[in-house]
């Protein structure tokens, strides 16, 4: 059986498919910061559970 | 003629003068014709005078409408995670600014809301009408580009706010961009705006 998704397994998974993000920005890499993957994280999370609510629709 | 002369004060011989005295005069007179025009010097092809202050004779070289980068801020609605800004960038001329905008979402990326996009420097006033603006948003996996613009809101004059043009009825009419507006955003979808507002 599936397991169920959630805000915090999404979290999770990202974290764990990212250990670090690096953002590129006018062609320079920046690594973010604690904060800022902190945010990335939770954000990207909320992001898929809004889409899977919409595509469930 | 005054003499000294009346705007930069600089000090010429006199008639009754002695011709001895006169290269010692002249050099004075050159130094200070010099030392007035130093701020002239210097500067390159295309480039123009402007004001440092309000001081006489404090200018500086520039390029008119000089391009700069800049990492705008993710106000709301976006997070620019492991995303890519390129070609990000503004240029003000007097009291108008010019600014680019193009993102491209990495894994980590998202878009949960409005994006919203800070700017380089403080509109005039809170939902300042925006002088001209395009949007483009395209949908990598579907191939697909929408269309529309920015939008001052009216709450603060350090953003602006992404709207898209919805084909409805007999009318193009907008629409607010939003997490699935105009489409569901994912990796390697990306967003580009060019637009150009009133500063103070």
């Known amino acids: ?57 | 003629m005054a003499n000294p002369t009346t705007n930069f004060g600089w000090v010429m011989p006199v008639a009754a003068d002695l011709v001895t005295n006169l290269p010692a005069q002249f050099n004075t007179f050159g130094q200070g014709v010099d030392t007035s025009m130093a701020q002239l010097k210097g500067g390159s092809t295309a480039q123009y005078l402007a004001k440092t202050s309000a001081t006489d004779m404090a200018f500086t070289w520039t390029t008119l409408g000089a391009w700069t980068n800049y990492t705008p801020a993710a106000t709301s609605g976006w997070t620019i995670g492991n995303g890519t800004l390129s070609n990000t960038k503004y240029a003000q001329i007097g009291k108008i600014v010019f600014v680019v905008v193009d993102f491209t979402l990495g894994t980590t990326s998202s878009v949960t809301g409005n994006i919203r996009v800070g700017l380089p420097v403080n509109s005039v006033a809170s939902g300042t009408p925006i002088l001209s603006s395009f949007c483009k948003m395209a949908d990598a996996s579907a191939s697909q580009t929408f269309i529309g613009y920015v939008v001052q809101n009216a709450g603060n004059n350090t953003s602006v706010d992404l709207y898209v043009q919805r084909a409805s009825g007999t009318y193009v009419d907008q629409v607010a961009q939003s997490a699935a507006i105009p489409m569901t955003w994912t990796t390697s979808d990306s967003f580009t705006l060019a637009f150009c507002y009133q500063v103070a």
């Open chain 1, 1 to 57: 059986m599936a397991e169920k998704i959630t805000l915090e397994s999404l979290i999770a998974q990202c974290k764990k498919e990212n250990p670090k993000m690096v953002a590129t920005i006018n062609g320079e890499e920046y690594e973010l910061t604690v904060e800022e993957y902190e945010e990335a994280a939770t954000n990207w999370a909320e992001m898929r559970i809004q889409q899977i609510e919409f595509e469930s629709k």
